[in-house]
């Protein structure tokens, strides 16, 4: 029925599943930013301590279903968590689960977890939220719930696939706030292979800054948090030691021999990577790689060498980790569960003194406020001149001081429904200005009266007087941006012969703003020439790469790319095949007109006929022609027509307004829509992957 | 807790007192012998009613014939207008009802109207019969005072009042929309005066 089909939507979508706490918006102001720090900094007057217990684990479960009880992970402890944080990864590795299928895991899980949480308390899930095959669950003990304030409850999901859009790896988190106590959990699952540890590192990175919390204006990021819980098959493994040694210590309990040598703990509190994090000290066997259904070692020919990749870190004030082990006899994976338990110091709020303190913040910010608004003295408010006559210039003077105690700009300012500033007689320069504390400037005030004016005046229809406005702001940020071919639009970039960095500033504003190319005269590109050197470097490279627009490219070398797009230096492009792949996708998503224009979208999406402008539909036919190139070596760099044309479709067609609102996040209507849009592109991009273009 | 922004005008004629029921209002403090204010002038000031954050954006505009073309400025996307006189000047309560007219008409249609009879320490000066401002508010649909910033009197009380008349379904709209609102308000905020020269 209805409902089923909005559920199996939600869990493609791998946004949430069975929603059992509503979700509000609560918008946070700048203000209300200022009152958090000073209610924060004053937080010991009216907070008083609850310790409580917070349990994290964390399993990759290998795509299997649950098929043994849970309590010996679950129910390690004897009183039960206040808080469960879980975590799971792989949780379906289905061929392309990723990207067309829904998953029956998830409920399998769910329902299993549920059945072996702690007997002793009763528990509510907050949330829960899948990214493909990362998904966190978070529940608390029922006796809690009233101190959970709904409106704060969010979850996010960053993918680190490929252009965010595999979402095979990444990370997924629920935010909360308990009591006083904001509390952040983040799952996630970061990429696998030895050697690839600083993938990984990019990956955190990746996570940690696109994670936003987006029921908040402006967003939270995960570090705005008190309490920080970070858990996930993280990957890292064991370096320059050899698999039987590794074993060897393993067996024996010699972890000491090993740590060292752990990627992970090696880095921790030493780079920029889980900067701030803390993991308790690791007294269990790795946790990485078992025979399925065994305790013993990987036996397969990958011969992978035991690594600690699942791990519970956490960060904050207040967090006593009480234990951090993992439990060998689930045996359902190639992963064993990993748990940790922590006494939390959660800050319970004692009303009434928060009111008092409350509105001393606020009358303390009122006061900041007005004091720093900005203040200028005029050396005189109202001018007269005598006699005024025809074409006889007379001026005067006016001084502005600012006597604040921060920059401002001043300004002359349009009355409502006037075009101008004042009449056309009247003149002041300069009309607008920043002025630093205590700065002075002198503004001239010209009268002059020529024929324009003149009849109106001596027909009395006008009369000379007139009251300028003097506004006054902040001090604007500004910034010097490089112009880049990223983001230029194709009816630009085919008119620029050299590279955009070559070009003199007025002579790219001309044509970046003259979009009638047909009357420039000039030659023009068939497609831009940065769209040709990246498919062509794919093409006489990596037709056969392997994962070709599958695998992740790295962030340093997409920027060394885009330099040499916009510089021409070096001669050919740098990086990797999996490099240019993303920036390819990346230039046709930053185009500010989609391949296929936006005012097509529609047209588009209803029918497979070219409604295509010109230089748009040679830059169209060019991909496409590109891609089935590509498909033709499907064998080698595994893609498939489904793939690219779901992938294409999202950069090629994008809608002239953004799919949905944001806000409209639990909407599950307008969740149904974009599902339905996102297939009908991709049916779209299908036609063209599939037959011959024909104009 | 919510917070709100309401932005607020203050009307009325020269010299009865609109700055310093601000003044009164924001910093709690008097002075006796304040500067004309020239074109407009800002300041900000957050209260708790029911549990509510408010915070008042209020432009105190001047009133000097003068500056009157200018006022449309300040009080066109205000959520609420405070019209001040004074009890001791029956011509300023006759600038009331045209400052209601013109509010009426270009005003935002939703706009919480409060009527301030300012200087009500000052009974042996009366010239405006209580009774006569309040049945004239009432008539009108406005919240009514009588206010005295030299001694205090009913000056936080109108800004309450307002709270609690505005329109509660603003809250929620004005939540969700207010990505954009705030941010424009932002800029606004930090605007303090504007001063007009008329040569003549």
Known sequence: DFTDSVDSLQQQLGISDGVEMPVGNKPVTARETFVRHYMNEREDEFTNIHPLKIFCGTWNVNGQSPSEPLNEWLCYDEDPPDIYALGFQELDLSNQAYIFSESTKDVEWQKAVRNYLHPGARYRKIKSVRLVGVLLIVFIQEKHIPFVNRNFIDTDSVATGIMGIMGNKGGVSVRLTLHNTSLCFINSHLAAHQEEYERRNQDYRDIESKTKFKQFLPPLNINEHDMIFWIGDLNYRISNLGINDVKKYADEGLYGKMLPHDQLSSQLGKSDVFRGYCEGPITFTPTYRYDTGTNNWDSSEKKRIPAWCDRVLFKGNGINQLRYNSHQTLCVSDHKPVSALHQCNIRVIDQTKYKKVYEEIMKKLDKIENEYLPQVKLSCTEFSFKDVKFIEPRSDKLVVSNIGQAPVTIEFIKKLDDSDICKPWLQVTPSKAVLKPDEILNIQIDIYVEKASAAKLNSKDDTLDDILVLHLHGVPVTGNYLPSSFGSSIEALIQMHGPIRELDIPKLVEIVNNFDVTFTGGRLYMVPKEIFRMVNHIHLHGLKEESLFQQPGLNSEIQQIRECLDTGIPETLPGSIHSVAESLLLFLEALPESVIPSIAYYKCLDTSNNYLLNFHRNVFKYLCAFLRELLKYSEDNNLDVKFLASMFGEVFLRPPKPLTDPRLKSDAHAKQARRMEDDKRAAFIYHFLTNEYDD | ?200
């Open chain 2, 1 to 200: 807790m919510s917070m709100r922004d309401v932005k607020l005008c203050l009307l009325g004629d020269s010299g009865v007192g609109k700055s310093s029921l601000v003044m009164r209002f924001v910093t709690d403090s008097f002075k006796p012998a304040l500067e004309s204010t020239i074109g407009a002038s800002f300041m900000t000031k957050t209260v708790e009613v029911d549990g509510n954050t408010y915070k008042f954006q209020i432009w105190d505009t001047a009133g000097q014939e003068k500056y009157r073309a200018l006022a449309p400025m300040y009080y066109r996307g205000a959520a609420a207008a405070i019209i001040a006189y004074d009890v001791t000047r029956e011509s300023s309560f006759k600038s009331v009802k045209s400052w209601v007219q013109e509010l009426r008409h270009q005003g935002h249609p939703n706009i919480v109207l409060a009527i301030a009879g300012n200087k009500c320490d000052l009974e042996d000066l009366r010239e405006v019969r209580l009774k006569d401002a309040e049945d004239y508010a009432k008539q009108i649909d406005a919240l009514f005072c009588e206010t005295s910033a030299l001694t205090a009197v009913n000056v936080a009380d109108i800004f309450t009042k307002i709270c609690k008349k505005l329109p509660s379904e603003d809250f929620s709209s004005s939540r969700v929309g207010s990505t954009v609102n705030l941010r424009k308000k932002r800029d606004v905020k930090k605007e303090k005066k504007c001063c007009g020269g008329s040569p003549s």
